[in-house]
């Protein structure tokens, strides 16, 4: 128990005094996250547009299928991904397994069927007639969904966020195309997992306490959209 | 022949192998106001919808001004341009209500000082121009049916499309809104179209009324044409006429023929030839009761036996057992006057001139 309060003690101390260590892997976290979120957001925005305002035959169970991988496995995202871009994949000629670029592209194929989904059910959540109103009021398609996304802005900014922090707390598919590489590759959650197992229970305090402090604001964000 | 402004030639859409409009053919003239009546669930939002091209038509053709406007994406938004649509149930976008208002002149491209000065003019027709800040999405339900129709007139459409404008509304608020629409109606060459299950509003706002029922548009002509000659049945029932008797032409003097109604004749105006089986239409407010049999020049007079009396309004319904039913509509005073009660006797006595004949169809 001693030992316990002990590293909380530490833990706090490492974040008080801003312990560089700490700080870089935080950091690259959140710019890891950040970039994989931005691709996916930018790849899911137009995507999901699509997907809404056109009528064509599976669309049903292509939503289907975008809601059902949602809780997509982060080791099974890892695993393809892993396959696709070793040394002896097919896209090995990269080079780029166990640095932050595979990362950020595992990422982006982990959470872009969820905030997908989140933007296709903001954007169905809006009344039909505001679709039928731009329309009548000599909307073109495009200004028509720009409407739309604007009425939908707090449905798909949360659908956003939430891709965010599905990115910032996976920990699986960092560690299997990342390596979890010391100054490289590490981030808060490949850490804690490895800290934790080496026994080494301050560190990992200190990054876990840091990722609660992140999925807080995070929530507490979405909470002030939520409200609005 | 010059074309029409707007044309709809067999005009038909499905939903799921259900007709919803049937092989409509509709003629629009250029800035007339017409307004299509029928019951809910008549087709008449789906057909406003047909003609601002909100939708496609399963078959026929749509034309604007003489051009096919059916088909194609570019000649759709082109043609929806020149017109706009007020929903029946209005939505505003989230902003204010001078942004709402600005939309539809932002997406044509208009220059920004033309805008401002259209969605000044459009608020002033309203009169909501303390409103111009104000988030649209915290007013009432009368003040966001003003909004969109300023948004919708803000355009300067060459047609305005009016989906029940006031349906959704308590009286108060409605009546402001009939009164800016009468405002609109009469200071602007714009073309309406209106749907309505409000006949009187109908009858008050435009110059020619459409009838759709059940998908299909039975009947246009003059408010005055569709109420006091309506050439079917259903059209007679849908305003108001509350007596359809069925019978035969049994003889005719000139243009005066006698009707049998189940053995009973009734005098009427008709050209129909002796044998014609027929509707006779009367309105129940033309048919009027007394104690005593009447001498005037009035050519029918029926015995009945009051069967049903309910009061509507400040008028009472007596229903009356002639041989055949009659329905009759008299104020409150004379119901009293003529201490009517149920299984009394009375005479009822209407002019021929009051039936409307008109063939029966199977």
Redesign the interface.
């Given at each position: 128990m001693t030992e316990i309060w002990q590293g909380l003690v530490t833990a706090v101390k490492l974040i008080i005094s801003l312990d560089p260590e700490v700080m870089q892997i935080a950091g690259r976290s959140l710019a890891i996250s950040a970039s994989s979120s931005t691709i996916a957001a930018l790849l899911c925005l137009p995507l999901g547009a699509v997907i809404h305002f056109n009528r064509f035959p599976g669309k049903r169970t292509l939503i289907n299928i975008i809601q059902t991988l949602f809780s997509l496995p982060t080791v099974a995202v890892g695993l393809f991904v892993f396959v696709l871009f070793s040394s002896v994949g097919p896209l090995g000629g990269f080079g780029i397994i166990f640095t932050p670029a595979v990362m950020v592209i595992g990422q982006v194929v982990l959470i872009t069927p969820l905030m997908l989904g989140l933007i296709i059910s903001a954007l169905s959540a809006t009344d039909k007639a505001v679709t039928d109103t731009a329309v009548s009021l000599g909307a073109s398609g495009f200004q028509m969904s720009v409407v739309t996304f604007r009425e939908a802005r707090f449905g798909v900014l949360a659908g956003l966020i939430m891709g965010f922090g599905r990115a910032i707390s996976e920990v699986g598919l960092s560690l299997m195309v990342g390596g979890n590489i010391r100054g490289f590759t590490r981030t808060i959650t490949t850490a804690i997992s490895l800290e934790t197992s080496k026994g080494d229970l301050e560190l990992a305090l200190a990054l876990g306490m840091i990722l609660i402090f992140i999925a807080l604001v995070i929530n507490i964000g979405l909470n002030r959209i939520q409200q609005r | 022949m010059s074309m029409a402004l707007i044309e709809t030639v067999n005009i038909t859409q499905k939903y799921g192998g259900q007709e919803i409009i049937k092989n409509i053919n509709l003629k629009v003239e250029q800035g007339e106001v017409l307004a299509l009546i029928g019951p809910t669930g008549a087709g008449k939002t789906t057909l406003l919808?047909l003609l601002?091209l909100?939708e496609a038509p399963s078959s026929g053709s749509i034309y604007l001004d003489g051009t096919e406007v059916t088909a194609g994406?570019r000649l759709r938004?082109q043609a929806?341009?020149r017109?706009?649509?007020v929903?029946q149930?209005?939505?505003v976008?989230?902003?204010s209500v001078a942004d709402n208002i600005a939309?539809?002149l932002k997406?044509?491209k208009e220059k920004e000082s033309a805008i401002s000065r259209r969605v000044q003019d459009a608020l002033e027709l309203v009169g909501m121009t303390e409103y111009s800040n104000r988030n649209a999405r915290t007013l009432s339900g009368g003040e966001t049916q003003l909004v969109?129709i300023a948004?919708?007139l803000a355009?300067v459409p060459e047609v305005l499309?009016l989906d029940e404008p006031t349906a959704n509304l308590d009286p108060v608020s409605a009546a402001r809104i009939e009164e800016v629409l009468a405002h609109i109606i009469g200071g602007q060459k714009t073309t309406v179209v209106m749907a309505t299950h409000d006949m009187s509003q109908g009858q008050r706002l435009a110059g020619r009324i459409g009838v759709i029922i059940n998908g299909e548009l039975l009947q246009t002509g003059s408010p005055g044409d569709i109420f006091s000659t309506p050439g079917d049945t259903r059209v007679a029932e849908l305003v108001g006429i509350g007596n359809i008797l069925g019978g035969v032409i049994a003889n005719r003097d000139n243009e005066l023929a006698g009707i049998d109604v189940g053995g009973n004749i009734i005098q009427a105006i008709s050209e129909h030839g002796i044998g014609a089986e027929v509707h006779a239409l009367i309105r129940p407010e033309d048919v009027t009761l007394a104690l005593h049999k009447d001498t005037s020049s009035a050519r029918n007079t029926f015995e009945g036996i009051i069967t049903r009396i309910s009061p509507v309004g400040a008028l009472v319904r007596v229903e009356l057992d002639c041989g055949f039913p009659l329905l009759a509509v008299v104020t409150r005073r004379s119901a009293r006057d003529l201490n009517l009660a149920v299984d009394n006797r009375v005479y009822a006595t209407f002019k021929a001139t009051a039936v409307h004949v008109i063939k029966r169809w199977n």
């Open positions: - | 919808r601002d909100l994406k938004l929806r341009r017109m706009s649509f929903l149930k209005p939505v976008f989230n902003m939309c539809g997406w044509r969109a948004r919708a355009v499309f």
